[in-house]
């Protein structure tokens, strides 16, 4: 038996519901495979700010380096929008992922077969499709010197993109690792063509992949074209790595071709205590009804099972779950379908729950 230590930061709007139901999901795992899983939970966002005046106090921080893994629900509303920048929710947010160390985001984007209808895009291009993004998160330009300079017309807006050797090698690494652990293909994706810094990046990824990973078969990408490809041909791709504002933009694409932003998880990491956070929001507007889709947050538990705890067969039996109440039929709102069973965000957790205890 392992002992962890899950931090969980319930957040605002339906955090509180879909982290509850991602904590279900490790209980039950923890159940089948013997762990033992030991939750201890902290303020952050609106939340925070409301029972203490700041949206991420000391002990949040404190508390969360001490556990193995956060589990994060959604933070912000309506509520805290006219608040200073400073205290917004979401610099919390920001204030949480630079203290972790997490410059990593890990960002998988699947194509349900149940769920190939939902999309846009036609179905047979769609079908098989899963791609994990990972887009450096600390770095590059929206991190690089900038500014606003001159006066009238000749004002100009400066913002420079800049990596050094030290950051594109920590982030190659979580690529080729997570591509380790998927189908060993990973495309790093530059303006080589174009960018100096591009040319850095692409020679760094080219001489590590040669000397530390011959195992994983590595291409390259302009961002042009792979965002083309990602709509033209997206089962080509399996790892994607990339700087932090083409990632932002890639995986946002990405998470489009799965129909729902309510299935989507994603994972912070690079320090000693991974981020692990549904993509979607706090959407206020149906916080309490029962209507948010847990299946996001429950797909984050996998990740945070595969790349914060080291456990892989575990986050293979979530993703089974998964992938069984889909096709039993059961749906949430957001992805209701004719003929199918529609959930509350309660009920979806059970479904979850029960198939983790069954699914081979």
């Not at 080219?206 to 195992?215: E, H, L, S, T, V």
């Not at 490809?229 to 071709?257: C, H, K, M, W, Y």
Request: hydrophobic share 45%.
């Amino acid at each position: 038996m392992a002992n962890f230590t899950i931090s969980v930061i319930h957040g605002d709007g339906i955090g509180p519901e879909v982290c509850a139901e991602g904590v279900r999901a490790l209980q039950a795992v923890g159940q089948r495979c013997g762990h033992a899983f030991t939750f201890k939970e902290y303020l952050a966002g609106g939340a925070a700010i409301d029972a203490t005046g700041v949206p991420l106090p000391d002990a949040s921080i404190k508390g969360v380096k001490d556990s193995h893994a956060l589990l994060f629900g959604a933070i912000g509303g309506p509520k805290w929008e006219a608040m200073p920048h400073h205290l917004k929710p979401e610099a919390g947010l920001l204030k949480l992922r630079k203290e972790l160390g997490a410059f990593a985001n890990l960002r998988p984007a699947l194509v349900y077969d149940e769920l190939l209808d939902a999309s846009s895009i036609k179905p047979e291009v769609l079908k098989g499709t899963d791609i994990m993004v990972v887009r450096e998160l600390t770095g590059g330009i929206y991190f690089g010197p900038g500014g606003i300079t001159g006066d009238g017309a000749h004002r100009v807006g400066i913002n420079t993109e800049v990596y050094s050797v030290a950051e594109i090698e920590r982030i190659a690494r979580v690529a080729f690792e997570a591509a380790r652990l998927r189908r060993k293909k990973l495309c790093s994706v530059d303006k080589a063509n174009v960018l100096v810094s591009s040319q850095l990046w692409r020679e760094v990824v080219i001489a590590m992949g040669k000397a530390q990973y011959p195992d994983v078969q590595l291409s390259h990408m302009y961002v042009d074209n792979c965002a083309m490809q990602l709509i033209r041909d997206p089962r080509q791709f399996d790892v994607i790595v990339t700087t932090n504002i083409f990632g932002d933009i890639l995986s946002d694409e990405a998470s489009q071709l799965t129909g729902s932003i309510g299935m989507l998880a994603s994972a912070s990491v690079g320090g000693p205590v991974g981020f692990f956070e549904p993509i979607h929001g706090s959407a206020p507007d149906i916080a309490g009804q029962q209507k948010a889709n847990p299946l996001a947050t429950i797909g984050t538990v996998a990740l945070l099972l595969r790349y914060g705890l080291k456990l892989e067969a575990e986050a293979q039996l979530v993703e089974k779950a998964i992938r069984q109440v889909l096709k039993d039929g059961l749906r949430t709102g957001d992805i209701k379908q004719p003929g199918c069973t529609i959930l509350g965000t309660r009920a979806m957790g059970d479904a979850v729950v029960e198939r983790l205890r069954t699914v081979a």
